[in-house]
């Protein structure tokens, strides 16, 4: 049985008595901050610096899971299966060692991805083109993601693309969502920065509660002191409540805010004569 003296810390003295020797500070700390570590299943090791593991990935994946529901139902399917494609990429390469695309075949993939974009949304801006940007913009992230920086990219898009949801419904329904998908990120950001294996998932849920309860005060200092906006930060405009060209059958007080110009059909006429001239022609709509 061989012991390595350099792993221990004896003190020396001049006598025989027993000492109480205590291990130098550096060593204590490497002791204390010891924590149980997790491995997720199909890897056999732990990431290494300018890598991704299959449990950073599984966590990745979850974040995005949760930022990308509430916008299912809006988007185009081709957005949802481009995502799709990229994950199912990603993990091959961390489970089976799929070869990444290169940056010619990225550049290529952004490309064609923006321009699909245009051309099913006729538009780049916009509620709906925007979301389905930033949905491709985090499936093309994900397929280039390595190093620590490159997971915290994905974790802030997926957070953006999450936030975006308010743009649709601001209801309380939608909370328990939002906070789901907050902790989610922020135990991805934690795992996201580990070295070697991962935290056991109820340590990185400690670890999180204790991040989160440390951000509070901060967020009411921000919620009542920072000046009050006469609108919601997120509104954006849309054709409700607005005036549009063309005959409605209803008409109430309020509902012509402002006239926005249509290339919709205002109306067709048949006439049962000969067709006046463009002089001749007057027509009269409903009025208040």
Same mark, same amino acid.
């Given at each position: 049985m061989?012991i390595?003296?350099? /792993?221990?810390?004896? @003190?020396?003295?001049?006598s025989?008595?027993?000492?109480?020797?205590?291990p130098?500070a550096?060593?204590?700390?490497?002791?204390?901050?010891?924590?149980?570590?997790?491995?997720?299943?199909?890897a056999?090791?732990?990431?290494v610096?300018?890598?991704t593991?299959?449990g950073?990935?599984?966590?990745?994946?979850?974040?995005?899971?949760?930022?990308?529901?509430?916008h299912?139902g809006?988007?185009?399917?081709?957005?949802?299966a481009?995502?799709?494609g990229a994950?199912?990429?990603r993990?091959?390469? +961390?489970l089976?060692?799929w070869k990444?695309p290169?940056?010619?075949? /990225?550049v290529a993939l952004?490309?064609s991805?923006s321009? +699909?974009?245009?051309y099913?949304?006729r538009?780049?801006?916009?509620?709906?083109?925007?979301?389905?940007?930033?949905?491709?913009m985090l499936?093309?992230?994900?397929?280039e993601?390595?190093?620590t920086? #490159?997971?915290?990219? $994905?974790?802030?898009?997926a957070?953006?693309?999450l936030?975006?949801?308010?743009?649709?419904?601001?209801?309380?329904m939608?909370?328990?969502?939002?906070?789901g998908?907050?902790?989610?990120?922020t135990?991805?950001l934690l795992?996201?920065?580990?070295?070697?294996?991962?935290l056991m998932?109820?340590?990185?849920?400690?670890?999180t509660?204790?991040l989160?309860l440390?951000?509070v005060?901060?967020a009411l200092?921000?919620?009542?002191?920072?000046p009050?906006?006469?609108?919601?930060f997120?509104?954006l @405009?849309? +054709?409700g409540g607005?005036?549009?060209?063309g005959?409605?059958?209803?008409?109430s @007080?309020?509902?012509?805010?402002?006239?926005?110009?249509s #290339?919709?059909v205002?109306? /067709? $006429?048949r006439?049962?004569?000969?067709t006046?001239?463009r002089?001749e022609?007057?027509?009269?709509g409903?009025?208040?």
């Open positions: 061989f390595d003296a350099s /792993r221990y810390w004896l @003190p020396t003295t001049g025989d008595a027993p000492v109480h020797a205590e130098p550096a060593q204590a700390a490497e002791w204390r901050d010891s924590e149980p570590e997790w491995e997720a299943p199909g056999s090791a732990g990431p610096k300018g890598h593991s299959v950073q990935l599984v966590w990745l994946t979850l974040l995005i899971g949760v930022a990308v529901e509430p299912t809006s988007v185009d399917t081709w957005v949802l481009a995502l799709a994950l199912l990429w993990l091959g390469a +961390a089976w060692r990444l290169n940056t010619p075949l /990225r952004t490309l991805g321009f +699909a974009v245009v099913t949304y538009q780049i801006s916009g509620l709906d083109a925007g979301s389905a940007l930033l949905i491709l499936a093309l992230k994900l397929i993601t390595h190093s920086r #490159d997971r915290s990219v $994905v974790i802030l898009i957070w953006f693309v936030f975006a949801s308010f743009l649709r419904e601001q209801s309380v939608s909370i328990p969502q939002l906070a998908g907050v902790v989610i990120g135990v991805a795992q996201s920065a580990r070295p070697g294996n991962l998932p109820g340590r990185a849920l400690q670890m509660g204790r989160l440390q951000a005060p901060l200092a921000l919620f009542l002191l920072f009050r906006l006469p609108g919601p997120w509104a @405009p849309s +054709a607005r005036g549009r060209t005959l409605s059958d209803q008409m @007080p309020g509902d012509i805010t402002s006239l926005a110009q #290339d919709e205002a109306f /067709r $006429v006439f049962s004569g000969p006046p001239s002089a022609l007057y027509w009269r409903p009025v208040l």
